[in-house]
């Protein structure tokens, strides 16, 4: 099983241009999150979805969209990418339940912004 | 508010000793725990995490960590450190179901350096 995995694994993008991120899973799990990663902040949520079909934003979702037609996947999308958007971001999965209770994260995706 | 605190920006040991590094979090209700290690450009791998039971847990790569409620703390520690323990360590909690979806809180990481 590969988990959870991450395209691309890196992005150089000029301001203004737009680009698409896809995490993929093959753990059947309901809930996804896109969270990103900052020096000296620990990871915020983005977006999540708890289920095919749903999104919501979370923490920091401001210049991005995400979208989850199918279980396995969720896109997070750049529309107009800013400097700002320099970051790594991670997709995670979550298994829901008691002592069973656990995230995981795919590899990651380091992101420039010119 | 929901919040975790990693104090230490840096823990040094050298090779053999015991290490620990520290968390302490802030939830309302009973606090689901959670230990992750980076290295160096790669992502997240969970290590170990605390939902209930016995209060030190036992995890991957012989990592162990202590759950105490009244000093709200739950120090990830192993016994003998190893150079290639060397890398990130992210303290979280999980949020509430009710708020984004159960997300984790994270706390903003410590990079831990074993020496030689």
């Known amino acids: 099983n590969a988990g959870v995995t991450q395209t691309p694994k890196f992005r150089v993008l000029k301001t203004g241009q737009s680009m698409t991120l896809l995490c993929a899973q093959d753990m059947n799990h309901e809930y996804m999150y896109w969270y990103r990663q900052d020096p000296g902040m620990g990871l915020r949520l983005i977006h999540y979805?708890?289920?095919?079909?749903?999104?919501a934003k979370g923490e920091v979702p401001d210049g991005y969209n995400v979208s989850r037609l199918k279980k396995q996947n969720f896109l997070l999308g750049l529309e107009s990418a800013a400097p700002s958007q320099t970051s790594v971001y991670f997709c995670?999965?979550?298994?829901?339940?008691?002592?069973?209770?656990?995230?995981?994260f795919g590899p990651g995706t380091r992101l420039l912004v010119l | 508010a929901q919040s975790v605190a990693q104090p230490e920006d840096q823990v040094n040991v050298a090779e053999g000793n015991p290490l620990t590094v520290k968390c302490t979090y802030s939830v309302s209700g009973n606090p689901y725990l959670f230990w992750y290690v980076q290295y160096p450009n790669r992502g997240l791998q969970f290590l170990l995490k605390?939902?209930?039971?016995?209060?030190l847990v036992k995890g991957s790569y012989g990592f162990e960590a202590e759950f105490n409620k009244s000093q709200t703390s739950f120090h990830l520690k192993k016994p003998s450190a190893l150079v290639s323990d060397s890398a990130l360590y992210f303290c979280a909690v999980r949020d509430s179901l009710y708020n984004q979806g159960g997300k984790l809180i994270f706390g903003q990481g410590t990079e831990l350096s074993v020496k030689p």
């Open positions: 979805s708890v289920g095919e079909g749903t999104t």
């Open positions: 605390y939902i209930t039971g016995d209060n």
């Open positions: 995670a999965t979550r298994r829901v339940g008691g002592r069973g209770e656990t995230q995981y």
